[in-house]
C-alpha cells in the first residue's frame, strides 16, 4: 500500500516559537492531503484540507494564521504551528487519499512547554 | 459532520463479540472503519461503499447501511490484540475524510 511519513515524530518546544511539521506521499502523488489533530482520549479533528498549488482549506474554528499549510509539491504537506502556546499540544496526522483509501502517516506529537 | 459512535467504551472477555454503530446526520457514500491503538497512527481495517457488499477483515466484519446512514462493526470472538480505540470514517463529496467518535475496546483475558 501506498506510504505515508511524518516528520518529527516528536517535538517539544517552548511556548512562543513556530513548529514546521512535515508530511511526506513515499511512492505516489498527492494533490490533496488532510491534517487532523487528537486530543488525548478524543477523536481525530480534521483541520484542513491541504491542496497542491493552491490554498489550504480550513475547517470552522480552525484559524488559519495559526496554522500555515503550505502545499509546495506532489509529495510534500507542511503544517506550521506559529506562535505555539501550551493548548497547541497535541498530536498531530496527516493523511493522503487513494483512490477511496486513506493513507496516514504515523503522527506528530507536539508539546508546547 | 462528525459521525456519532455508540457505545463509547466496552470492555469484552477474550472470546466474546462486541457490536459497534456508527451514524451520520448526512448522506453518506462511504465508510471507513479504523482501529487505533495509544500513541500510533489509525490502522485501516475496511471501507464500505455504497451498494457494496458486507466487508470482512480476519473475524471483524462491517455492514453499511445506506437508508438509515449508519454503519456497524462486528468484532465475532474477540482476541486480545483487538483492543484499541475504533473509529469509523466518513468522506463527502469533496473528498473530506471524518472521523467518528471513538469507541474504546478493551478485551481482557
Known amino acids: 500500500g501506498a506510504v505515508v511519513s511524518q516528520h518529527p515524530s516528536r517535538v517539544i518546544c517552548k511556548s512562543g516559537t513556530s513548529v514546521k511539521i512535515e508530511c511526506r506521499s513515499l511512492?505516489?502523488?498527492?494533490?490533496?492531503m488532510f491534517w487532523y489533530r487528537q486530543f488525548p482520549k478524543k477523536s481525530l479533528m480534521l483541520m484542513a484540507t491541504s491542496n497542491e498549488g493552491s490554498k489550504a482549506t480550513y475547517e470552522q474554528g480552525v484559524e488559519k494564521d495559526k496554522f500555515l499549510i503550505n502545499h509546495a509539491s506532489l509529495t510534500l504537506s507542511t503544517l506550521t504551528v506559529t506562535s505555539a502556546h501550551p493548548e497547541d499540544s497535541s498530536f498531530y496526522i496527516c493523511?493522503?487519499?487513494?483512490?477511496?483509501?486513506?493513507?496516514f502517516g504515523p503522527g506528530t506529537r507536539l508539546t508546547v512547554l | 459532520q462528525q459521525p456519532v459512535q455508540s457505545p463509547q467504551a466496552v470492555i469484552l472477555r477474550e472470546g466474546e463479540d462486541a457490536v459497534i454503530n456508527c451514524s451520520s446526520s448526512?448522506?453518506?457514500?462511504?465508510v471507513h472503519w479504523y482501529r487505533q491503538k495509544h500513541g500510533e497512527a489509525p490502522v485501516f481495517l475496511m471501507i464500505?461503499?455504497?451498494?457494496?457488499e458486507q466487508m470482512r477483515h480476519e473475524k471483524i466484519s462491517a455492514s453499511f447501511n445506506e437508508k438509515k446512514q449508519q454503519s456497524s462493526l462486528y468484532l465475532t470472538a474477540s482476541q486480545l490484540s483487538y483492543s484499541g480505540t475504533y473509529f469509523c470514517?466518513?468522506?463527502?463529496?469533496?473528498?473530506?475524510?471524518?472521523f467518528g467518535t471513538g469507541t474504546s475496546l478493551t478485551v481482557i483475558p
Open positions: 493523511s493522503a487519499p487513494v483512490f477511496s483509501e486513506q493513507f
Open positions: 448526512k448522506a453518506l457514500y462511504s
Open positions: 511512492d505516489f502523488q498527492a494533490t490533496t
Open positions: 464500505l461503499l455504497k451498494g457494496g
Open positions: 470514517g466518513t468522506e463527502n463529496t469533496g473528498n473530506q475524510f471524518y
